[in-house]
């Protein structure tokens, strides 16, 4: 028997994901219903004005995703902590990168599922009109998600075996991914208003930017996070 | 089989905090020859199997398997070696067959869902392969664990108190799989509190008092 290289071990991981949250559903239920509260208290915050709501519902959307996030992102390394299965796999054997790979995929669709369910959302919420660019905005949803879980998964990873794991993570997490969420927010903005100086082609190109230093690094640290040396 | 010892440890230590669960160890193990590891509760036995797992690495000292260092080579040394220990390393919500077939396809086995099969079958759990590890007892999750630990094949198997949580039947079974390691040349290292169970089926022996080598025989 020979072990499975880079690639095919991380769709294995996320192959597993995938059956673990099928089985349970636990993370995307708890990720849905904590988001819709989120932005229905942000629309019954801001008051009945709808040009208002209208002009800040990326802002609520990227909010809603991100604090989603730190339910999504703690439960993915839950599992992995519950019975040592972490250590499993790396000694089952599985290259740590290709737990990273994995898991920011498997973290990364679920955050995109979940905002493909909020779109809708905000049209009934806050009015805004989901078809004036519908291409970029789902780029600008996938690049954003991407954002969040590529060093969501390194933070995760951290403090899972943390004692107050539940607080670390947003702490870690929150301050790296404020250059990503001000650009997510813009991007989001432009593909749902108008873009008269035509910026939404620069947020993306800064979103994707972020994405491929984040992942970079990401596949470079983690093994040293994971890994008991 | 060479002359490269299976084992090798050179004044390994391993500090946890301000303790050191293992102190200054050093010896070796033939290929093909199997240790009894003994000691009481929290003498290191674990963490010893951790560290020539792979698991973990010493704070001090060296561990060499089959002449390579465990710290640079632990990618080329992992699919030969198997740890069946405390953790059962399982995902609870998959089921024993999922859990299996993973370990199998991370391995690049052939035919994996055939091996998950007879393999499930051959530790007793062919019937319950499709039910979630959450809902079996801790005898069932070992004998999971025994499962994937035959998947492996290894050539150097680390059993850490493998007799704990078995009915007789599965005791029985544990000695035969002992046994049957040995005959395929494997190198055992097998650590209980059984010790005249594990002298029975070990060459060797190595006792630990606070993490040291209290002695061999």
Not at chain 1, 13 to 28: G, P
Not at chain 2, 29 to 58: C, Q, V, Y
Not at chain 2, 61 to 69: N, P, Q, R
Not at chain 2, 183 to 193: E, I, S
């Amino acid at each position: 028997m020979r072990p499975v290289g880079l690639v095919r071990g991380a769709w294995l991981v996320l192959k597993k994901d995938w059956q673990l949250e099928w089985r349970t559903r636990a993370r995307l239920t708890a990720t849905v219903f904590f988001s819709l509260s989120t932005l229905l208290l942000f629309s019954f915050a801001m008051g009945p004005g709808i040009d208002v709501l209208r002009a800040h519902a990326p802002g609520y959307l990227w909010l809603g995703i991100l604090f989603a996030s730190i339910l999504s992102l703690g439960e993915s390394f839950r599992v992995e902590a519950e019975n040592q299965s972490l250590t499993g796999l790396l000694l089952a054997p599985v290259d740590a990168r290709s737990i990273f790979l994995g898991k920011v995929l498997g973290n990364a669709t679920l955050l995109f599922a979940l905002g493909l369910l909020l779109l809708p959302v905000t049209v009934a919420l806050y009015d805004v009109d989901l078809t004036r660019n519908p291409g970029l905005l789902l780029l600008a949803l996938g690049l954003g998600c991407l954002g969040i879980a590529a060093p969501g998964t390194v933070y995760s990873a951290m403090s899972s075996n943390a004692r107050a794991r539940d607080v670390m993570l947003p702490l870690l997490l929150f301050p790296v991914l404020v250059p990503m969420l001000l650009a997510a927010v813009s991007a989001t903005k432009f593909a749902l208003m108008k873009d008269v100086q035509e910026q939404l082609p620069s947020w993306l190109k800064l979103l994707t930017a972020f994405d491929l230093i984040y992942l970079s690094v990401g596949f470079l640290v983690f093994p040293r996070v994971v890994e008991d040396d | 089989m060479s002359d490269t010892p299976a084992i090798e440890l050179k004044d390994v230590s391993k500090r946890f905090g301000p303790r050191w669960a293992v102190s200054r160890l050093s010896f070796t193990l033939a290929e093909g020859r199997s240790l009894l590891l003994t000691g009481h509760n929290g003498s290191g036995k674990t963490t010893l199997l951790r560290m020539i797992a792979t698991a973990t690495f010493p704070t001090l000292g060296e561990i060499a398997l089959f002449g390579h260092e465990t710290r640079r080579n632990r990618a080329e040394l992992r699919p030969k070696v198997a740890l069946l220990s405390h953790a059962n390393f399982l995902y609870e919500d998959l089921t024993a067959a999922q859990n299996l077939s993973l370990a199998a396809q991370l391995l690049g086995a052939q035919a994996p869902a055939a091996k998950v099969k007879e393999l499930l079958e051959r530790v007793g759990l062919g019937a319950r392969a499709h039910n979630p590890v959450r809902q079996f007892s801790a005898g069932m999750r070992k004998r999971v664990s025994i499962a994937r630990l035959l998947l492996k094949a290894p050539r150097l198997a680390l059993l850490d108190e493998p007799f704990g949580e078995l009915d007789p039947s599965g005791i029985t079974q544990m000695e035969g799989l002992v046994r049957e390691l040995q005959a395929q040349g494997a190198t055992v290292v097998l650590a209980t509190h059984l010790i005249e169970q594990g002298k029975a089926l070990t060459q060797e022996r190595l006792h630990l008092e606070q993490g040291r080598k209290e002695r061999t025989a």
